[in-house]
């Protein structure tokens, strides 16, 4: 199974048209506001608005031979120890050996913008090339599953 994190995903379409390809089951997870898909192996799951609910709802499910689809570094540490694969929409693969220091940097990076409340700034724009190497990295990952 493929779960997306799918509140804000630059890469829902992406992931339809590899899943499509391979014949994968998706489920996609919001809180509201997309439409269901017509694709027969897409799903939508509507979770309650609030704080990490559809983390907490992927997190739950995600085990070993799945694939999450997030930004969120908290619930891919939470699915990596479940030993499902996470893919970042850049095409970044979390694993059990670089999701410790993702959380570390991220946990300094939430720390400094609270001692600084006039900072400014966040991430760089998603491009083309990072679209690109996550077709790349999901079309991996779905072959490594099958072999």
Known sequence: MIYVDADAC?????????ATRHAHPVVLVTNGGLRPPANPLISLQIVPHGPDVADQWIADRAGAGDVVITNDIPLAAKVIANAAAVLRPDGEALTHANIGPTLAARDLMADLRAADPFRQ??????SKADRSRFLDALERVLRQARA
Do not use: K, N, S
């Open 10 to 18: 630059p890469v829902r379409d992406e992931v339809e048209r590899v």
């Open 121 to 126: 700034g966040g991430g760089r724009p998603f």
